[in-house]
């Protein structure tokens, strides 16, 4: 029986956001590609060190010993590498006891093209031309923040899943957004207001939320293993539009923090999010130290592959 991918939340990951893969890619950039493969193909029997998707994937991949109806995640490796090059990621992840079985190995042309033949609902990865690329395409993605500052525990064991959203240009569209960047705050905030009955438009990650919730649903309220937060710059009265529109998609958030300024990293880290999505560096870049991390570019209509 044929496998419809269309069935499942997929996650399409590449290599260096789901191992740190910081110095294979200096080779890669200093000496070029027969260099990185060399290197590769040498130390290929020497296990990675985990990224910052590590444990996302590792806790994603749990859940399908846990869903009722039996499995509902496909984790994919989408990675720039060739065959010749990823015996070494797959080595890393059967040496972690990752159920990953499949791969799109595309020998540097870009991944985007490939998402939609694999239905994938989401796409972390280290090249912000391919997370932008996917974003055009209007597939959620996010471009994984690497920090040396952030340790990830390849044995720590997540019972809840914790993942945090942006609100303006991730989970609803940027159009609030370039109203507050043009006109400015008074302008954005009336605008709220007048609107506060009208839902706001679905940003790149509307659809993810909503399979998310889904997936939700499929445990009693005491064992759901995915827990969401909405951490907006957002606050009264802009707060209305957003809980408005929640409702009107039918979809769960469990916590929602309207910080009107205030530093989202504080509350991340109280959150314990294991991934958090924003559009804004000021945002991304303290968060990335304390929890993984990954910026949502803007949309750009002229992709490159259409």
């Known amino acids: 029986m044929r496998l419809n991918l269309k069935d499942y939340l997929v996650v399409g990951i590449s290599s260096r956001a789901l191992f740190d893969l910081e110095e294979e890619n200096k080779i890669y950039e200093n000496k070029g590609l027969e260099q990185y493969t060399q290197y590769q193909i040498e130390h290929e029997n020497e296990i990675l060190k985990p990224g910052a998707g590590f444990q996302l994937v590792k806790a994603l991949l749990r859940i399908n010993s846990l869903v009722p109806s039996g499995r509902k995640i496909e984790i994919i490796i989408m990675s720039r590498n060739s065959?010749?090059?990823?015996?070494?990621?797959f080595n890393s992840i059967e040496h972690y006891g990752l159920d990953i079985t499949r791969a799109a190995l595309v020998g540097g042309a870009g991944i985007a093209p490939y998402l939609n033949a694999f239905d994938t609902d989401l796409f972390l990865s280290a090249n912000e031309n391919d997370v932008q690329e996917a974003i055009n395409a209007g597939i959620a993605a996010g471009?994984?923040?690497?920090?040396?500052?952030?340790?990830?525990?390849?044995?720590?064991?997540?019972?809840?899943?914790?993942?945090?959203?942006?609100?303006?240009?991730?989970?609803?569209?940027?159009?609030?957004?370039?109203?507050?960047?043009?006109?400015?705050?008074?302008?954005?905030?009336?605008?709220?207001?007048?609107?506060?009955?009208?839902?706001?438009?679905?940003?790149?990650?509307?659809?993810?939320?909503?399979?998310?919730?889904?997936?939700?649903?499929?445990?009693?309220?005491?064992?759901?293993?995915?827990?969401?937060?909405?951490?907006?710059?957002?606050?009264?009265?802009?707060?209305?539009?957003?809980?408005?529109?929640?409702?009107?998609?039918?979809?769960?958030?469990?916590?929602?923090?309207?910080?009107?300024?205030?530093?989202?990293?504080?509350?991340?880290?109280?959150?314990?999010?294991?991934?958090?999505?924003?559009?804004?560096?000021?945002?991304?870049?303290?968060?990335?130290?304390?929890?993984p991390s990954a910026r949502v570019p803007y949309k750009n209509k002229r992709s490159s592959y259409e």
């Open 83 to 89: 065959a010749d090059t990823s015996l070494r990621i």
């Open 143 to 291: 471009i994984i923040c690497t920090s040396p500052e952030l340790h990830i525990d390849p044995d720590k064991e997540i019972e809840q899943i914790r993942i945090a959203f942006d609100g303006d240009a991730v989970l609803f569209s940027d159009e609030s957004e370039r109203i507050y960047q043009e006109q400015g705050l008074e302008a954005f905030l009336k605008h709220e207001k007048i609107n506060a009955h009208k839902p706001l438009p679905e940003g790149p990650f509307a659809k993810l939320l909503k399979t998310i919730s889904y997936l939700q649903n499929e445990f009693t309220k005491d064992k759901v293993p995915i827990r969401t937060a909405l951490v907006t710059a957002r606050n009264a009265p802009a707060h209305e539009r957003v809980i408005r529109t929640l409702r009107e998609w039918n979809v769960r958030i469990d916590e929602a923090f309207f910080l009107g300024g205030v530093e989202k990293s504080e509350v991340l880290k109280a959150f314990g999010a294991h991934i958090f999505f924003d559009d804004q560096p000021l945002n991304i870049d303290p968060a990335s130290r304390i929890v």
